[in-house]
């Protein structure tokens, strides 16, 4: 891989093409250009050439990609040629909306574990992953080699998580709290206000509308 600096929208359309290209192969299909790419996930064959090429040399010219090695190759690239094991803190509607969701598993991951401090909720199976206090967090973050934590807990307590996670052992956390959280440095964060990605979309609308 080369040492340059690799743009992270270049790795989320790394994802992106991924899922196609999983499409591709459960269809049969054997070969795939960059223009075939291109055009399922809606960007120029350059993009997809400039993408792929962070990352080495892929493809015949004049031929294509094997679909397979290509596949094989970009979730390399992105981690999930194994299992991650993940922790959810937060068992309300939207933890419990999370931990349903079988993309997760489809992609490599595994919720070993959803934490929360209600004595009514603990105990209890979400989608066959069980409900622990949050006095076990340690425990089964160093059980499980978990590496990624979730945190799906009202804002005025995110930060507190984010603590306890850290301490714990979590190197990488996805936030869903509309909070902002400081982290060590060593500790991957990304956030995902939903209200933020709904603004974009209000913004867009209201720009096309005043200029088209």
Known sequence: MKTLKIPEAAIMRLSVYSRYLS????????TV???DIAEGVGVSPAQVRKDLAYFGEFGTRGVGYNVKDLHRHIMKILGL???????????GNLGTALCMYAGFRERGFNIVGIFDNDPNKI?????????YPM???????EEEDV???IIAVPADHAQEVSNLLVEAG??????FAPKVLNVPAEVELRNVDLSVNLEILTFNLSYRRKYY
């Open 123 to 131: 105990g209890h199976r979400l989608n066959n992953v069980e409900v």
């Open 135 to 141: 006095s076990r967090l340690k425990e089964v973050v």
């Open 147 to 149: 590496k990624i934590g």
């Open 81 to 91: 040629n194994y299992q991650w094991p993940v922790i959810i803190v937060g068992a």
């Open 170 to 175: 979590v190197k990488a956390i996805l936030n």
């Open 33 to 35: 250009s960059s223009n």
């Open 23 to 30: 499409q591709l192969d459960r269809r049969g299909v054997v």
